[in-house]
């Protein structure tokens, strides 16, 4: 397995609250990745970095911020967290490429209430 | 815009039967396709992708850029081959990320 891990695994938080997930890598990749994974809708990627402090947004972005200040951590936050949000993160870590292989996280589940 | 379409969300069939998972996608673009398996609760593990051609646990998938189709197949199904399996698509950005644009997943089941 790439070397990725997650934090927390399980989380449960109150609406309106921040909080922050965080994504470690040890492969040095350059490119990570966050997606949320829901019933019916696949995995949707949230944003994406390219680099140190170098990010851009995917496909569901809104109501998502991320930071990347090392090369190993990717961080992603809730502002103010709404129920909406409630769902399955994964983070993902490639080294860029056509043909090159995408490694993933094994989840935090994030609970809403 | 890019799409994958992963018709069915459930397939069951018996322990030694063939199994067809089917994926379209829709795509400008010369298609880079992926098949990704997730077990219970576990991480997305790398089932195959359609460069390598390689056959992982049984299963292949062949690009069908007429069809635009990667339905992914295996002769004889087993037990341990029950997950959640998606398709993907990959998007690359302006920075060279590999943006993956996913499919809703086909749970499979197979039955002893």
């Known amino acids: 397995d790439a070397g990725i891990t997650q934090s927390p695994r399980h989380k449960v938080t109150e609406t309106g609250t921040p909080v922050t997930l965080r994504c470690h890598q040890t492969?040095?990749?350059?490119?990570m990745y966050w997606y949320r994974q829901d019933p019916g809708h696949g995995l949707r990627l949230i944003h994406y970095?390219?680099?140190?402090?170098?990010?851009d947004k995917g496909e569901v972005s809104d109501g998502y911020s991320v930071s990347r200040s090392k090369t190993e951590d990717f961080l992603l936050t809730l502002e103010s967290a709404t129920s909406s949000q409630t769902s399955v993160y994964f983070c993902?870590?490639?080294?860029?490429?056509?043909?090159?292989?995408?490694?993933f996280g094994e989840g935090s589940w994030l609970t809403v209430v | 815009a890019q799409r994958v379409t992963q018709p069915e969300k459930l397939l069951s069939v018996f322990k030694g039967a063939p199994v067809e998972l089917k994926c379209n996608y829709s795509?400008?673009?010369?298609?880079?396709l992926f098949w990704y398996v997730q077990y219970s609760r576990q991480r997305l593990q790398l089932l195959l992708r359609?460069?390598s051609r390689e056959s992982i646990k049984g299963f292949t998938a062949d690009l069908n850029k007429g069809e635009t189709s990667f339905h992914l197949k295996k002769p004889f199904a087993q037990e341990e081959d029950s997950a959640m399996y998606y398709c993907?698509?990959?998007?690359?950005?302006?920075?060279?990320?590999?943006?993956?644009?996913f499919g809703q997943g086909t749970r499979l089941t197979i039955n002893p």
């Open positions: 993902a870590i490639s080294s860029g490429s056509s043909g090159n292989t995408i490694y």
């Open positions: 492969e040095n990749h350059r490119y």
């Open positions: 970095s390219y680099g140190v402090k170098d990010t």
């Open positions: 795509y400008s673009g010369s298609p880079e």
């Open positions: 359609h460069i």
């Open positions: 993907a698509l990959s998007v690359l950005s302006i920075q060279g990320a590999q943006k993956l644009v």
